[in-house]
T-cell receptor, first 116, second 114 residues
Framework: KAGVTQTPRYLIKTRGQQVTLSCSPISGHRSVSWYQQTPGQGLQFLFEYFSETQRNKGNFPGRFSGRQFSNSRSEMNVSTLELGDSALYLC???????????????FGQGTRLTVV | AQSVTQPDIHITVSEGASLELRCNYSYGATPYLFWYVQSPGQGLQLLLKYFSGDTLVQGIKGFEAEFKRSQSSFNLRKPSVHWSDAAEYFCAVGLTGTASKLTFGTGTRLQVTL
């Protein structure tokens, strides 16, 4: 069974540009969450999508947005990039079942974004 | 607001020695608790999780963790560390079993000496 796939793995962008990152969840998983990981701030929750709807959102500016498609694949977009957006962006997918004991989240390997 | 504290930024142990990584949390309700491991340049791998029931939970790679409600702690242990366990370890709390709105600790970097 394929894991969570994030593309691209590495990306270099210039300040002011925009970027789109992609996440393909494990087959059958409908919940996709995104995280930003930086040395200074650690792991911070961006947002969660479930069945094409944003269900939860973290404390990030509106420059950070996302969407989910009918096949559960998700994209996140960052507009007007700033140097501080340089980070490892991780996505995780979950098979949501009744009774949380059977629910697990699986993370992808991440996309390393460098803004220059 | 919820928070997770991992008081040890860096720990060094000898291969074969026992390991305990500390995690304390502050949460308004009974949380779902997780330990993740991250190797350099990689994503997060779930080691174990606690939702309810037996407070001693077993995970992968020989790890276990004990939930102590009175101490708001969820410490990770391993009886005998292997060199391949060198990585960064993150404790996290959440409201559900999914990866949604997890609050992570700052991580503990484990170094294993031979």
């Amino acid at each position: 069974k394929a894991g969570v796939t994030q593309t691209p793995r590495y990306l270099i962008k210039t300040r002011g540009q925009q970027v789109t990152l992609s996440c393909s969840p494990i087959s059958g998983h409908r919940s996709v969450s995104w995280y930003q990981q930086t040395p200074g701030q650690g792991l911070q929750f961006l947002f969660e999508y479930f069945s094409e709807t944003q269900r939860n959102k973290g404390n990030f500016p509106g420059r950070f947005s996302g969407r989910q498609f009918s096949n559960s694949r998700s994209e996140m977009n960052v507009s007007t990039l700033e140097l501080g957006d340089s980070a490892l962006y991780l996505c995780a997918s979950s098979l949501v079942q009744q009774g949380w004991a059977n629910t697990e989240a699986f993370f992808g390997q991440g996309t390393r974004l460098t803004v220059v | 607001a919820q928070s997770v504290t991992q008081p040890d930024i860096h720990i060094t142990v000898s291969e074969g020695a026992s390991l305990e990584l500390r995690c304390n949390y502050s949460y308004g309700a009974t949380p779902y608790l997780f330990w993740y491991v991250q190797s350099p340049g990689q994503g997060l791998q779930l080691l174990l999780k606690y939702f309810s029931g037996d407070t001693l939970v077993q995970g992968i790679k020989g790890f276990e963790a004990e939930f102590k409600r009175s101490q708001s702690s969820f410490n990770l242990r391993k009886p005998s560390v292997h060199w391949s366990d060198a990585a960064e370890y993150f404790c996290a709390v959440g409201l559900t079993g999914t990866a949604s709105k997890l609050t992570f600790g700052t991580g503990t970097r484990l170094q294993v000496t031979l």
